[in-house]
């Protein structure tokens, strides 16, 4: 399976990789309710990880690996965000995402992970 990224906006004009993700690790990802739950959060709009883990209702260990795990699939990427105080934290944003699942003998569909 391949998850193909495109840009949403002028920020992100090199994001055109091919992120390869197998239907099973995609299944595993998002077969998991907090998983799912981070990740709709963060389609709303980026978020820091204690904005992430309030918005999403678990805790911050909870939303921080979760996170972690969708960096790491390549779905999620970070950004580093300059409070008024001066100090930085990261920010969460989802990457532009259409995957396509095709389970054989032509049968096929296309889903929208974030717009």
Sequence with gaps: MSVNPTPKSKRQPDRTEDIDLSATELFELFGDEY??????????QPRSGRAVADAAGVSRATAYRRLNDLRDAGLVRTEMMICE???????FRSVDTSISVSLGDGIGAMVDVAD
């Design 85 to 91: 105080d001066g100090h930085h934290k990261e920010r």
């Design 35 to 44: 998983t799912r739950r981070v990740y709709e959060t963060i389609t709303d």
